[in-house]
Structure formats: C-alpha cells, structure tokens
C-alpha cells in the first residue's frame, strides 16, 4: 500500500530534551511538509522540502530542525528551543511543489512535561 | 483580516440533509482551494480541490468557488453521521521566498 506514515503515534518527553518524529513516504513524492496544528488554529508550516537534500524554514521553524537525506524520509526534532512543542504535527507530502493537493501522514502527538 | 476565515460551528444538521460550510479569503491567497475533512484525533483527509468559478460535483460533495465574492463553499447533500468531523477550507498563498504555501482556516466542526 502506498502512503505515509508517522511513528511514533503518541510521544511523552520531558521540557529540555531533543526528540525527532519519523515521516516516510512511499509515494515517490518529491515534496514533503511538515504542520503543527494546536487546539483551534489552522495548520500552520514549520518546514518543507522540494528536493533530497534541500529544505527551507516555513512560517514557524524556531525550535525544529529536518533533514532530508532520502526522497522518502524527512525526520523533524523537536529540540529543547521550542517553546511550546506540545502539539499534534502532521508530516504531508505532494508530487511536486507545483502539485497544490497534499496528503497527510496520521500525525503525531507530542506532549512534552 | 486572515487569509483564510472559517466559520467554527459546530454546525447540526438533520440526517439526510444539506450540510453548507463556507469559507472567505482575502487578496493574499491565489485561487486554488482545497477541503479537508478531519476526524476527531486523526489527520486531515483532501476530499476535494477546485481552481475555477463554479460548481464542483463529486460523488455526494460539492464545491463552489465565487471569485467575485471571494468564498468558497463545500455542501455536502444526503448528510450521513459518518460526515461528523471538522472540515477544513485551504488556498494556496506565496511566501516572501516565491514558495506557494498552502494556508489553512481553523476550521468548521460538522455535527
């Protein structure tokens, strides 16, 4: 089946440590995204990436950090800077940049202590 | 004024009705819009996309763009209860770096 998918499905951390949620792709979708979304707020972008090996900062990037080693992998930290990193993030992904019609993973939902 | 604007609800509707959610946009977005519905606690899924003036049937789903009055709206006929979730209007938007971003409106919860 082709898709994406995020793990882990739920994830406790305490304030001051780094963590990283997966998102993989098997769609051979050249573009990834990754949102967070909090209780009555859009989706708002934290970094997206066009190509393997390039990325750039969305609207909220302090705080995370990607990379994107591989067309079907693009990892997100959460890194102690985020102020508030507890939120459900959304990896999603589109054939193209130029492909407005994004499909999203099941999310992750982080709660940080 | 956002770019994106969404009427929270909740919205009821009687069973077998027509659902009307509508969404406004500002000068800042381009004219490509999308909706999305999301269950409670889990992602959101496209269930349509439309890019020009008019009607856009799909299966029990109609989207409808109105440029010159700057909405789009998604009516859902024959309402079921599995249409209970948060339906969620997005447009296109270009960053200051050229990237045409998706932007999204908080959301209408459908009861």
């Known amino acids: 089946d082709g898709g994406i998918t995020q793990s882990p499905k739920y994830l406790f951390r305490k304030e001051g440590q780094n963590v990283t949620l997966s998102c993989e792709q098997n769609?051979?979708?050249?573009?990834m995204y990754w949102y967070r979304q909090d209780p009555g707020q859009g989706l708002r972008l934290i970094y997206y990436?066009?190509?393997?090996?390039?990325?750039q900062k969305g609207d909220i990037a302090e705080g995370y950090s990607v990379s994107r080693e591989k067309k079907e992998s693009f990892p997100l930290t959460v890194t102690s800077a985020q102020k508030n990193p507890t939120a459900f993030y959304l990896c999603?992904?589109?054939?193209?940049?130029?492909?407005?019609?994004?499909?999203f993973g099941p999310g992750t939902r982080l709660t940080v202590t | 004024q956002k770019e994106v604007e969404q009427n929270s609800g909740p919205l009821s509707v009687p069973e077998g009705a027509i659902a009307s959610l509508n969404c406004t946009y500002s000068?800042?977005?381009?004219?490509?819009f999308f909706w999305y519905r999301q269950y409670s606690g889990k992602s959101p899924e496209l269930i349509m996309s439309?890019?020009?003036?008019g009607d856009k049937e799909d299966g029990r789903f109609t989207a409808q763009l109105n440029k010159a009055s700057q909405y789009v709206s998604l009516l859902i006929r024959d309402s079921q209860p599995s249409d209970s979730a948060t339906y969620l209007c997005?447009?296109?938007?270009?960053?200051?770096?050229?990237?045409?971003?998706?932007?999204f409106g908080t959301g209408t919860r459908l009861l």
């Open positions: 769609l051979n979708h050249d573009a």
């Open positions: 999603a992904s589109s054939p193209r940049t130029t492909d407005y019609e994004q499909y």
């Open positions: 997005a447009a296109r938007s270009i960053m200051n770096t050229g990237f045409q971003k998706l932007v």
């Open positions: 000068d800042r977005v381009s004219q490509s």
């Open positions: 990436s066009q190509i393997v090996n390039d990325f």
């Open positions: 439309i890019y020009s003036n």
